[in-house]
């Protein structure tokens, strides 16, 4: 039965009830000579019998009982069969919930990955699953609202990529604090406005993997270079006016050995980036960093291009002058690499939005399809294979530039448009900016 339908019935029996026993009450009232007391009397009756059913009602209410199906007529039996129907629905209601609760305990409990609910404010443990507490060395109920710094214990790693709400990238490689050879990465997730969820993965297979991939790597290169100092040394020995006929086959293979020679450099220095954690924090002058690599692009373009050095930041950097150096002259390289003859080359060292400060360097190539983008940071891969063996490039350039600048908590930002040209550009962080000498504060513009 609807509830329109419901209460109208309800107030029309109550309403034919209550004037049938007030007139029964007149009745007996006119037989005894006394109505108004009659009357008065079936009014205490009423208002009796009302406080009554009010109270049962309330008191069940109270007790989160639940009223049972009842049998009657009027308001209060229409009150109470609505109550009865809606603790009805919130107890089924509530019974639903609570299987979805635990099926969706028991799924986080089955993760494979461990998981982490975590308070945004301060970073206490709300709530951790079974594969958390093996590779965390958690306790429950005990470790419950024990901060997530305590938990990694000797790792400021975690204190300060938590406090900065990193959620685009894990970090990696960290020790577990129930066992030290194990490595973990971990997650943020936005979970609430008020808490984080944490994932916490085993690595430590991974890392293995990646470590002996970099060993390799390393010793590889390493062995290379004392056969092809050989090769050098013997091609330097020939002299091409002495056997015109293998002059071209001569020059062909010194510059196929040198290319190989730059390959081997390059692993080497990638290599040699990938195991290190931190590099010197130095201060670095960008006005005579700014000339030195316009220097280097003219010596590279031959006048084949107009470069162009802007400094409009007025600011220094703090970090590696050698790696961020190296980083730098990647990207000039390869703009005049992948230029052709009378294009335009631009340095421009800015200030960011953010407060940090920003080295782009723009040129007016062939540009980059989109598809490429998200790959074309990654070791040897090239966008087309033919232009880069043309233009002498190993493939491990942008690699060695993102690891460059991934030590100095900075980024590379990639745009580019096919027959417009890119723009690769070192975005650092407010922390890694200081203020420029006085000497050196005047000489911002364009660098000649």
């Known amino acids: 039965m609807s509830l329109s339908l419901l209460l109208r019935l309800a107030w029309r029996q109550s309403l034919i009830r209550l004037l049938l026993f007030y007139a029964l009450a007149l009745a007996v009232g006119l ?21 009554w059913r009010l109270y049962r009602v309330l008191r069940f209410l109270d007790w989160r009982k639940q009223l049972q199906t009842v049998d009657g007529q009027g308001l209060w039996a229409a009150l109470e069969t609505l109550i009865h129907r809606r603790q ?20 986080a409990t089955a993760m494979p990955d461990g998981a982490l609910i975590v308070n945004r404010h301060d970073g206490r443990l709300v709530w951790f699953n079974k594969t958390a507490r093996h590779l965390l060395g958690l306790r429950y109920p005990q470790s419950l609202d024990t901060p997530l710094a305590e938990v990694f214990e000797g790792q400021p790693r975690v204190r300060d990529w938590f406090a900065a709400g990193i959620t685009d990238e894990p970090l990696t490689d960290l020790p577990s604090p129930a066992e030290p050879m194990a490595r973990l990465s971990l997650r943020l997730i936005p979970y609430s406005p008020t808490q984080w969820l944490v994932v916490v993965r085993d690595v430590t297979k991974l890392m293995r993997l990646e470590q002996v991939r970099r060993d390799f790597v390393a010793n590889v290169s390493h062995e290379l270079r004392t056969p092809l100092t050989v090769v050098h040394g013997y091609l330097d020995m020939i002299e091409p006016d002495e056997h015109p006929e293998l002059a071209h086959m001569v020059e062909e293979m010194r510059r196929q050995s040198q290319r190989m020679t730059q390959l081997v450099e390059d692993l080497l220095t990638l290599s040699r980036l990938e195991a290190q954690e931190s590099l010197p924090e130095e201060p670095l002058a960008m006005a005579p960093m700014l000339v030195t690599l316009r220097r280097e692009a003219e010596a590279l373009s031959q006048g084949r291009h107009q470069v162009l050095v802007e400094d409009r930041a007025g600011v220094d950097l703090t970090g590696s002058t050698k790696e961020l150096h190296s980083a730098f002259s990647n990207l000039v390289s390869n703009a005049v690499r992948y230029t052709p003859t009378g294009g335009r080359i631009l340095i421009r060292f800015e200030r ?12 007016s190539g062939y540009g980059i399809p989109a598809q490429h983008l998200p790959r074309i940071t ?22 060695i530039v993102k690891h460059v600048l991934s030590l100095h908590q900075a980024r590379l930002e990639i745009e580019s448009e096919v027959g417009r040209g890119s723009t690769f550009a070192c975005a650092f962080g407010p922390a890694r900016v200081r203020q420029r000498e006085t000497a050196e504060a005047g000489a911002g513009g364009s660098v000649d």
């Open 31 to 51: 037989a005894l000579d006394e109505p108004w007391w009659a009357l008065g009397l079936a009014t205490a009756v009423v208002a009796l019998r009302a406080y």
């Open 88 to 107: 009805t629905e919130n107890r089924a209601r509530t019974r639903r919930l609570v299987r979805l609760l635990r099926a969706y305990r028991q799924a």
């Open 352 to 363: 960011s939005a953010d407060g940090g400060a920003r080295l782009a360097v723009q040129d």
């Open 378 to 399: 990654e070791r040897f891969y090239r966008v087309s294979t033919s232009r880069s063996r043309e233009s002498g490039g190993t493939g491990l350039g942008l690699s």
